[in-house]
């Protein structure tokens, strides 16, 4: 049997099998935190008046100051406010584009929840939430219609999809363009510290 020196005993053998031991263990972590990091988001179903309006309240819920951080790196200030009566969440989002402030107006309309967009792209794409996850953590809005532009297929933010957990909420938003959808980044939005 060969031993390593300052291996108290343990043969050739055992360390191999230690090791593939090891290597099997660290394998089977690495997949279940890669699974758990590309796990799909929840299955989403159309959304019914009952949750589109528990929505919007979870919308009025975040008033106050957000911090937006996207998965390319820039920041944003983000304030969330109740107007006119509590019928609307103003959105104000300043940086995402240097030195450009955009605003997302939220509201509901005979059951359905919509929002519109003002966008830095100089055009207003007006949305519908459209479906949720069982729990309501998720909520997918779809392109209605918009001003500012020609036609659909003129450039414009075409779908959100807002993640709500614990003290964060996800906004991915989606670009279309010329028959095309693709993503934009994902932002994270946390409360800032006042």
């Known amino acids: 049997m060969r031993r390593f020196p300052g291996t108290a005993g343990i043969t050739l053998a055992a360390t191999v099998a230690i090791a593939l031991a ?3 263990a660290l394998a089977a972590l690495t997949a279940s935190a890669g699974e ?3 796990a ?7 959304i019914r008046p009952a949750q589109a309006a528990a929505a919007f309240e979870r919308i009025k819920g975040m008033q106050g100051n957000w911090t937006g951080v996207s998965t390319k790196g820039w920041e944003e200030g983000i304030t969330y406010r109740g107007i006119a009566a509590g019928s609307c969440v103003l959105e104000t989002s300043f940086d995402a584009h240097p030195d450009e402030t955009m605003l997302t ?12 967009h003002y966008c830095v792209a100089k055009n207003q794409p007006r949305l519908r939430a459209t479906a949720a996850s069982p729990d309501g953590s998720t909520i997918e809005f779809t ?5 500012g ?15 709500f957990g614990g003290d964060s909420v996800q906004k991915q938003w989606y670009w279309y ?5 693709s993503p934009m980044e994902r932002i994270t939005l946390t409360r800032a510290e006042e």
Do not use: K, Q, W
Request: net charge negative.
């Open 177 to 181: 363009s010329a028959g095309n959808e």
């Open 36 to 38: 758990a990091l590309a």
């Open 22 to 24: 090891a290597l099997t």
């Open 149 to 163: 532009i020609p036609s659909r297929d003129a450039g414009h933010m075409d779908r959100l999809v807002m993640t």
């Open 105 to 116: 107006l939220y509201h509901m309309h005979e059951g359905d929840l919509l929002l519109t």
């Open 40 to 46: 799909p988001p929840p299955a989403l179903a159309p």
């Open 143 to 147: 392109f209605l219609d918009a001003t």
